[in-house]
């Protein structure tokens, strides 16, 4: 069960065709989650899945060749598809829209969301020199470097006409502020590069902008759609940004608890590009020689700056051993467990139907996620 416990409020917080009657073949849903398997949540909307599924592979043939493929090649090797999902989900509770000739404009909001995350990735494997994504070679390992930020580009003005499809201009509005908050973040992110001394008010801030944005622009854009009220347009974008705070920060514990077979790159791999992240605060507020400890990261990361790159990776296995041995992943997953509490009591307004028993077991998919 999740837990209620007090934490450090986020400074962003205060911001911030064919179409099945899927619904009908489920007569419920449980809340917990499937053994780390979500699949079966978005049974309810899986006939829009499918619609965005091919939406998003629908390539121009008249695109440039090696874009095509590699664009065909991005959209196939996709991840659970969580955001679209999210936005299907939310837009099912003023009357349902699958079937209706509105729908069109939903889907369109999905496929948005899935497009400008995908373009936000092949972005940070540029920023990161990244050769590996979930263990396959990303784009960056075969393109050159501009190249893929072109490539990148182009994604973004696909999501950015998809989101034109959905011909309501305060969606079109909300995934232009979405956009800007993604690149203010990532600014952040290499302005706070192996800044071990850094506030952690700076990781909210960075994790609203890498993720929880992406989940509030789902959730409130299908709110907006579906026309529901001010007051529950508020709680569904609330909602996604709750979710996406607690995701993100399962997302950093798994940096630190996994190995290469299940990251596809090495525990600790944020830490080694210089991102601090929610287990590494909290690994420094209990132990006794933080300022040690910080002296000694930075002592290694100037050395690798001179080239012993050796000394800095070897510095970074032992602190994410010394990590894993105190308890700083069980705090920082109390920590996410708190914001999906909150996720769970934005949906409480909401009617009590099989979308919303998916969205609540999303949020016991995000604490038991093991990859």
């Not at 979500?38 to 965005?52: E, M, T």
């Not at 829209?97 to 496929?111: E, H, I, K, M, N």
Request: hydrophobic share 40%; with cysteine; net charge negative.
């Amino acid at each position: 069960m999740l837990m209620s416990q007090s934490i450090m409020k986020s400074p962003v917080t205060d911001r911030v065709h064919e179409v099945g009657s899927a619904a009908d073949a489920v007569e419920s849903i449980p809340v917990k989650s499937n053994g780390g398997d979500v699949s079966y949540l978005f049974a309810p909307v899986r006939p829009g899945l499918k619609l965005v599924e091919g939406k998003l592979k629908g390539v121009d043939s008249s695109l440039f060749g090696p874009l095509a493929t590699a664009f065909v090649n991005l959209i196939g090797s996709g991840g659970k598809r969580l955001r679209p999902a999210l936005a299907l989900l939310a837009a099912e509770y003023n009357g349902s829209l699958q079937g209706s000739q509105a729908y069109g404009r939903v889907v369109a909001l999905a496929a948005s969301v899935e497009m400008l995350h995908t373009a936000t990735l092949v972005h940070d494997d540029v920023i990161d020199g990244a050769l590996l994504r979930r263990g396959a070679p990303t784009l960056n390992a075969t393109w050159s470097g501009g190249s893929t930020v072109l490539a990148g580009n182009f994604l973004f003005g696909t999501a950015a006409r998809f989101s034109a499809e959905t011909h309501t201009i305060r969606v079109i509005r909300m995934f232009s502020d979405t956009l800007r908050i993604i690149v203010d973040g990532e600014l952040r992110q290499l302005q706070d590069r192996n800044d071990f001394r850094q506030e952690k008010a700076n990781y909210y801030q960075r994790i609203y902008a890498k993720t929880a944005s992406l989940f509030c622009s789902a959730t409130e854009g299908a709110a907006v759609l579906s026309g529901l009220p001010e007051d529950r347009i508020h709680d569904l974008r609330e909602y996604g940004y709750n979710l996406g705070m607690a995701f993100q920060i399962v997302d950093d514990i798994l940096d630190f608890t996994g190995d290469e077979t299940t990251l596809g790159k090495p525990a600790g791999s944020d830490l080694r590009q210089g991102t601090l992240t929610l287990p590494f605060f909290y690994y420094l507020q209990m132990i006794q020689d933080a300022p040690a400890v910080v002296e000694r990261l930075e002592f290694a990361q100037l050395k690798a700056e001179h080239g012993d790159a050796a000394g800095w990776h070897g510095e970074v296995s032992r602190l994410v051993h010394e990590l894993r041995s105190s308890g700083a992943i069980e705090a920082a997953r109390s920590e996410a467990r708190v914001f999906l509490e909150r996720a769970i009591g934005n949906l409480a307004a909401l009617p009590d139907n099989i979308y919303r028993r998916s969205m609540q077991g999303l949020c016991e998919f995000v604490v038991e996620r093991t990859h």
